[in-house]
């Protein structure tokens, strides 16, 4: 268990490591408000770390593997996709615009707005992990894992509040870092993860026994009386 936790703390301070070199070479340099959401990224790994290894430490050693049985194609490619514009489109593009080509500034007062986002989404994330024994990368219906519908936590007000926690830490990089262009992949990445939801919800109301039920209690998919 304790080199889960060793190998989990390497690979999300390694995808740090990405982000900063990314929007480095974009900018040819760091600002301030790029030290502020890169410091804010390695306490969110590490918070994050250390709660799932402390409250759920089965998941954690779930999460690392590599392989899963019966894993949904569509997610798979969905889910890299979402993964590269995080890792590198975002930082690419919050280099070229505040770093290199000044084009956009967003207000530093919008820094706090940002910093909460990415404070909710943290919370949100790590709530929904310690809850759910089957919260994995990849969409799968997890026969191996005994998979069961959770109903409690975050799950009681929406049903997806792990993308939910993705689509409020992407809105929180441009207003943090100050780029407004950011806002560009920012749109990909919520639009993909809404993508990855309505796929997921469809899936699993048909694969998984109760999810049908739990539907008509947990309404709302993202956003309590939207969506």
């Known amino acids: 268990m304790r080199n889960a936790g060793i190998k989990q703390l390497l690979i999300t301070y390694s995808l740090v490591l990405v982000h900063m070199a990314v929007f480095f070479v974009s900018a040819g340099g760091f600002t301030a408000r790029a030290w502020l959401f890169f410091g804010a990224a390695f306490v969110h790994y590490s918070l994050s770390t250390a709660v799932q290894y402390k409250l759920n430490p089965d998941l954690l050693v779930q999460r690392l593997k590599r392989r899963r049985e019966g894993s949904k194609l569509w997610d798979e490619i969905l889910m890299r996709a979402n993964n590269l514009v995080a890792l590198i489109g975002m930082p690419a593009v919050a280099g070229l615009d505040v770093g290199r080509f000044h084009l956009s500034d967003?207000?530093?007062?919008?820094?706090?707005?940002?910093?909460?986002?990415?404070?909710?989404?943290?919370?949100?994330?790590?709530?929904?992990?310690?809850?759910?024994?089957?919260?994995?990368?990849?969409?799968?219906?997890?026969?191996?894992?005994?998979?069961?519908?959770?109903?409690?936590?975050?799950?009681?007000?929406?049903?997806?509040?792990?993308?939910?926690?993705?689509?409020?830490?992407?809105?929180?990089?441009?207003?943090?870092?100050?780029?407004?262009?950011?806002?560009?992949?920012?749109?990909?990445?919520?639009?993909?993860?809404?993508?990855?939801?309505?796929?997921?919800?469809?899936?699993?109301?048909?694969?998984?026994?109760?999810?049908?039920?739990?539907?008509?209690?947990?309404?709302?998919?993202?956003?309590?009386?939207?969506?």
């Open 106 to 227: 967003i207000h530093a007062s919008l820094v706090v707005v940002g910093l909460g986002s990415f404070t909710f989404s943290t919370i949100l994330l790590n709530w929904a992990m310690i809850v759910n024994p089957h919260f994995e990368p990849t969409v799968r219906i997890q026969m191996d894992r005994d998979h069961s519908v959770i109903a409690g936590g975050p799950y009681k007000i929406i049903r997806h509040p792990g993308y939910m926690a993705g689509i409020l830490y992407a809105v929180s990089v441009p207003l943090i870092i100050g780029s407004l262009y950011t806002f560009i992949p920012t749109g990909i990445y919520i639009l993909l993860t809404l993508i990855r939801t309505l796929l997921e919800d469809r899936t699993l109301q048909k694969e998984l026994n109760g999810y049908s039920e739990y539907t008509k209690r947990t309404r709302h998919r993202l956003l309590p009386g939207v969506w």
